[in-house]
């Protein structure tokens, strides 16, 4: 056991921010470079949040994070680089950490909080680095976009 509690640790070292990860169940296979927590899974690092039933963590040779990959009734709240503050849930979510980017599957709907933003759909792609969003829905069901567009205050007491 305490072989893997230093691979995990290793692994979480290796982040700018600490990473803390409770489950209800733990497994891991350091040759094969995959940790699986299980059972109410929730990982917070920094301002990050992400819930689920299921995640597995890939790592690299070097013991390094590479992929994580969130399955069943996932919800999560993150921070950009940028600032914008998404939260929201889908029924599968992967993340890239060298690239930073999450990919969203199945009943995604995606709030950006400060902008007053929703994406709802079967698939979305951020890319927190450059700010960048791609959606596509299923194949009966379209994308949906919803704006909030503030009325134009002095516009009305012009008029």
Do not use: C, W
Request: overall charge neutral; glycine content about 6%; charged content about 30%.
């Amino acid at each position: 056991m305490s072989r893997i509690a230093a691979m995990i640790f290793l692994a979480v070292s290796l982040f700018s921010q600490e990473l803390k990860i409770k489950a209800k169940t733990f497994s891991a296979d350091q040759k094969a470079g995959i940790s699986i927590f299980e059972g109410n899974v929730n990982i917070i690092k920094g301002s990050d949040e992400l819930n689920a039933s299921k995640v597995t963590i890939y790592t690299d040779e070097k013991q390094e994070p590479t992929k994580f990959i969130a399955e069943g009734d996932s919800s999560f709240s993150l921070k950009t680089l940028e600032g914008a503050i998404y939260k929201g849930k889908a029924q599968k979510v992967v993340y890239m950490p060298q690239t930073k980017e999450y990919h969203f599957y199945k009943n995604v709907h995606l709030k950006q909080i400060n902008d007053r933003k929703e994406i709802i759909g079967e698939e979305v792609v951020l890319k927190t680095i450059d700010g960048k969003a791609y959606a596509k829905g299923a194949s009966e069901e379209p994308v949906i976009m919803i704006f909030n567009i503030p009325e134009d205050k002095e516009k009305k007491q012009n008029d």
